[in-house]
């Protein structure tokens, strides 16, 4: 199954940004939604951004991202290095959590806003502070 390894949290002044990575193992074999996600203790796991790894497949809401971030951060895809990644700019303290990559197995790239994740990494901590 896939497996999936998050790197690049790391303290940061509000309004610095950080680029999250994570290697994906073998994916090409077929479809899936991507996601990031995070989670402060006490808190639910909140839904950040979602892509489909069919980079040709167009929708609104591929790719996806929660209004706390939009415009803030970007989602990517880099499947030559299996690598997913999240682009976090203008940080604010309320950015601070513990940050997840998430897959699920997918046909179609409409369902990746919705759908529940079944693949997630161990997680990496951003915290933004000054």
């Known amino acids: 199954h896939v497996q999936l390894v998050e790197s690049g949290g790391d303290l940061v002044q509000p309004g610095g940004s950080l680029r999250l990575s994570c290697a994906v193992s073998?994916?090409?074999?077929?479809?899936?939604?991507l996601g990031w996600f995070r989670q402060v203790p006490g808190k639910g796991r909140e839904k950040v951004a979602t892509l489909y790894t069919d980079l040709s497949y167009t929708d609104p809401d591929n790719p996806y991202y929660a209004d706390s971030v939009q415009g803030r951060f970007t989602i990517s895809l880099d499947n030559a290095r299996n690598a997913l990644y999240l682009q976090m700019n203008n940080l604010k303290p309320e950015d601070t959590a513990r940050y997840y990559c998430?897959?699920?197995?997918?046909?179609?790239?409409?369902?990746?806003?919705?759908?529940?994740?079944?693949?997630w990494g161990q997680g990496t901590q951003v915290t933004v502070s000054s």
């Open positions: 998430a897959a699920d197995a997918a046909d179609s790239g409409g369902t990746c806003r919705y759908r529940g994740y079944n693949y």
């Open positions: 073998e994916y090409t074999d077929r479809t899936y939604c």
